[in-house]
């Protein structure tokens, strides 16, 4: 019985620990493909805008523009209104 009992440790020690080394090569690569899509979104976002604003919040970011737009709209329909 000491002879299984042995076995079945040995064999539950190599189970784990290589559960272990695949559970590390996993997260190594998840943080590998995170810290490159982070990098990827940055460089787009500084090709598309001209500036580093990655890490400024989404909405923020759309109601400046959306602020710019309407101020061009207002600015073109002005000119408008005067010309006639």
């Given at each position: 019985?000491?002879?299984?009992?042995?076995?079945?440790?040995?064999?539950a020690?190599?189970?784990?620990?290589?559960?272990?080394?695949?559970a590390?090569?996993?997260?190594?690569?998840?943080?590998?493909?995170?810290?490159?899509?982070?990098?990827?979104?940055?460089?787009?976002?500084?090709?598309?805008?001209?500036?580093?604003?990655?890490?400024?919040?989404?909405?923020?970011?759309?109601?400046?523009?959306?602020?710019?737009?309407?101020?061009?709209?207002?600015?073109?329909?002005?000119?408008?209104?005067?010309?006639?």
């Amino acid at each position: 019985m000491e002879a299984v009992t042995a076995y079945v440790v040995q064999a539950a020690a190599i189970i784990t620990a290589s559960a272990a080394i695949y559970a590390a090569g996993a997260i190594r690569s998840i943080k590998q493909q995170v810290s490159t899509n982070t990098q990827r979104s940055k460089r787009n976002a500084q090709m598309l805008t001209g500036r580093n604003s990655h890490l400024r919040g989404a909405l923020p970011r759309l109601r400046r523009i959306e602020q710019k737009v309407l101020g061009a709209v207002r600015t073109v329909a002005s000119g408008d209104e005067e010309g006639q």
